[in-house]
């Protein structure tokens, strides 16, 4: 149980480009879902909190316009990163936290690696 | 700011000695705990999580928490090469949405 995917796993793509990342909480609801980046040899750092059916929160210094977010449903967050550039390349990672679970306990994606040329 | 330290390491421990993890926080509000593993290019895996004060023991890994002290850490017994690895220490925040905010990560290596 609390499997978590994303697709794609590994995008390339030229700078200017849009590109989708899709999280899906593959065996249970999730009202809330977050994404992060993790650039080499850093830690994970919190990008923005996904929320079903209404606006995502973004932590400072993330750009809402750049970085857009959509929780269309229970089990579905989207992140498209806008006219991307070389800068924008890392590891974005999804998780998801049980809506029935009792506790914070997240549940992460596998991930996916992005490489803007 | 609220910050969780780690020591970066790496850690460098023999197969079949036990490995030390440490990790502070800064928010004297937390109340939820969490150590992920993570392996290279991959993404973090739930180790355990600890909520209140005392150990928590799961096979070979024991998560022990002091609020006093703001700290938390892990124990592996029995440490294996396939062990090697980050390993994350998480603390939810306090505000709503319940977000993690992860350590830098120590790196440990079991060496064979």
């Known amino acids: 149980g609390a499997v978590v995917s994303q697709h794609p796993s590994r995008v390339i793509c030229k700078s200017g480009t849009s590109v989708k990342i899709e999280c899906r909480s593959l065996?249970?609801?999730?009202?809330?879902m977050f994404w992060y980046r993790q650039f080499p040899k850093k830690s994970l750092m919190l990008m923005a909190t996904?929320?079903?059916?209404?606006?995502?929160?973004?932590e400072q210094g993330v750009e809402k316009d750049k970085f857009l977010i959509n929780h269309a449903s229970l089990t579905l967050s989207t992140l498209t990163v806008t006219s991307a550039h070389p800068e924008d390349s890392s590891f974005y990672i999804c998780?998801?936290?049980?809506?029935?679970?009792?506790?914070?306990?997240?549940?992460f994606g596998p991930g996916t690696r992005l490489t803007v040329l | 700011q609220k910050e969780v330290e780690q020591n970066s390491g790496p850690l460098s421990v023999p197969e079949g000695a036990i490995a030390s993890l440490n990790c502070t926080y800064s928010d004297r509000g937390s109340q939820s705990f969490f150590w992920y593993r993570q392996y290279s290019g991959k993404s973090p895996e739930l180790i355990m999580s600890i909520y209140s004060n005392g150990d928590k023991e799961d096979g070979r890994f024991t998560a022990q928490l002091n609020k006093a002290s703001q700290y938390v850490s892990l124990l592996i017994r029995d440490s294996q090469p396939s062990d090697s690895a980050t390993y994350l220490c998480?603390?939810?925040?306090?505000?709503?949405?319940?977000?993690?905010?992860f350590g830098s990560g120590t790196r440990l290596q079991v060496q064979p």
């Open positions: 996904s929320n079903e059916g209404s606006k995502a929160t973004y």
């Open positions: 998780s998801a936290r049980d809506i029935a679970g009792l506790t914070d306990t997240q549940y």
């Open positions: 065996d249970f609801q999730a009202t809330t």
């Open positions: 998480a603390v939810v925040d306090n505000t709503g949405r319940r977000a993690l905010t």
